[in-house]
Structures are given as structure tokens and as C-alpha cells.
């Protein structure tokens, strides 16, 4: 590689290590620095340099790449680091308004920030499957993407560095909420014995077919239309009273579904049952 950017990785749990191997292995200087120092080595066996202190590592690149638990964390660790002229890249999980508090708190000393939020595991990583938004100062996204492409397709979203952590939570809000349906019917169908490997293997075709649905809603959310009679609202909750009974009878809870039914009652409440379903998104609002 030509003139390879130094990196440094703050950070070294089972992602940051991840992140940390992807980098060395396009062939970029590496300084990794842990407070536990004994998860550096296997890094150091693969040519890392481990830094004894976070600052030293910040002072050994160009961009500095962090991975910790929480904000509070970040900004605990980078305390007393000379960050004038530094980037840094914060792929730590967390909220818009904490990347917001962050960028202004590191640009007053001189760096300039990103902030990210990652859409893959670790052994996902420096693969076509990972996903990584980013937003902050364009400049220095454009002037660095080549680096941030090692740890898989980098998408920058805008200049205002809370957009990153708002899409990584909403997308991750809507893997939960495939978790929640997922665990009620594991749970549903386990109390006549049924192994929740067997309905698993009809609902993963099941709620995939189910996506194709997503574009539809999404447009009569942007339009605030929702006169489609197609999927109602009484349909809905027909559908949703008969899953909360049959839960009872079969004495498992339906705590995880019972909000989404209680939205559309409320709904219901207000307006005419041949409304689409979707337009439960204006009481969340």
C-alpha cells in the first residue's frame, strides 16, 4: 500500500478487535490501546502496536478509530489528549444527542469528527454484509472513506453528527421488534410442545415475504394518507385480540404484542375501521 494511513483503535472488546484486525489486514500502522492491556496481545502478534495510554495512541496516528462501552466512557478516556489537528471516528453505540455533545466537545479541541454507527457483528467486519453510517464533517469523511471501506461499505448521511446513531437505532429497533414477534411464537407454540427450532423454519419465509409490505407502508407514511382498506385497522385488531386470547388460554404472557394492539384500539377509537393499520404511526408522534 502507498502512503497507508495510521490508524489507532480505542478499544478492544470482541468489535474493536475486529476493527482493529480488518486495519491491519489492508495493511495500515495499527496502535490499539485497552484499559485491560492483556487483550492487545493477539493484536500485537498480528504487528499492532499497543500503546500504554489512549492519549499515546491518539498521538501515534492520523485517525483515531474508538469503540467503547458508552459516551461517558469516550469522553473519560480521551480526557487530557492532545486531539488538535487528530479525527476521530466514534463508532460507539449510543443516542443522536450524545454523538451532538461529543462532536462539540472534541471540535473545540481541535479534532475533527465523526460518528458512526455499525450494522454488522464482528465476524461480519471487512465484509460486503457489513454496514457502516456515518455523519459529521463531510471533508473528513471523504478525505478518509478509502480507510473506513476496510471495515465494510461506509454510507455517509449528513453534517449534522447525530444522524449516524439515529438510523443505527432505528434499524435496530426494527430488529428487536422482529425479535419480540419471533419470541411470542416460539413461546406460543412451545406450550403444545412444539420445538421452537420447527416454527422457526416456517417463519423465517414467512415474515421475509411479509418485508415485501415495507415499501407500501413507508409511502403512506411519507403521504400521511392511509385509506387503504387493504390491511385496516379492525382487521388488525381482530387479528391481534385473537393472538392476546389464545396467549391467555395457553398461559404465556402477551406483553411483548400487547402495546401494538392497544395502539390500535386507540386508534380505532378515533377513527374509521377501514383505515389502514399504518396510520398508528401518527400516536407515536
Not at 19 to 32: E, I, Q, S, Y
Not at 141 to 169: I, M, N, T
Not at 229 to 243: A, M, P, R, T, W
Amino acid at each position: 500500500m502507498t502512503n497507508p494511513t495510521s490508524v489507532a483503535v480505542l478499544g478492544l472488546g470482541n468489535m474493536g478487535s475486529a476493527l482493529a484486525a480488518a486495519f491491519l489486514g489492508a495493511g495500515h500502522p495499527t496502535t490499539v490501546w485497552n484499559r485491560t492491556p492483556a487483550k492487545a496481545q493477539p493484536l500485537a502478534a498480528k504487528g499492532a502496536t499497543v500503546a500504554a495510554t489512549a492519549a499515546e495512541a491518539v498521538a501515534a496516528a492520523e485517525v483515531t478509530v474508538i469503540c467503547l462501552s458508552v459516551y461517558d466512557t469516550v469522553l473519560a478516556t480521551l480526557d487530557g489528549a492532545d486531539l488538535d489537528g487528530k479525527v476521530l471516528v466514534n463508532l460507539t453505540n449510543g443516542t443522536p444527542n450524545q454523538a451532538r455533545e461529543a462532536a462539540v466537545a472534541f471540535t473545540k479541541r481541535g479534532a475533527s469528527y465523526l460518528d458512526g454507527g455499525i450494522m454488522a457483528i464482528p465476524e461480519m467486519i471487512a465484509q460486503p454484509s457489513a454496514l457502516i453510517f456515518y455523519s459529521g464533517v463531510p471533508e473528513t469523511f471523504q478525505a478518509h472513506q478509502e480507510l473506513l471501506a476496510v471495515l465494510g461499505p461506509a454510507k455517509f448521511l449528513a453534517a449534522d453528527p447525530g444522524l449516524a446513531s439515529l438510523y443505527d437505532l432505528a434499524l435496530l429497533s426494527g430488529m428487536y421488534g422482529m425479535f419480540a414477534g419471533a419470541y411470542h411464537a416460539m413461546t406460543l407454540t412451545g406450550t403444545e410442545g412444539v420445538p421452537a427450532v420447527e416454527i422457526t423454519e416456517l417463519l423465517i419465509p414467512w415474515v421475509t415475504a411479509m418485508t415485501a409490505a415495507l415499501p407500501m407502508m413507508a409511502e403512506e407514511i411519507d403521504r400521511g394518507d392511509y385509506l387503504s382498506e387493504e390491511s385496516s385497522l379492525q382487521v388488525n385488531k381482530d387479528g391481534l385480540d385473537n393472538i392476546l386470547t389464545a396467549s391467555w388460554q395457553q398461559g404465556i404472557s402477551a406483553e411483548l404484542l400487547a402495546p401494538y394492539q392497544a395502539l390500535i384500539a386507540r386508534k380505532l377509537a378515533t377513527t374509521d375501521a377501514r383505515v389502514s393499520v399504518n396510520s398508528i404511526v401518527e400516536l407515536l408522534k
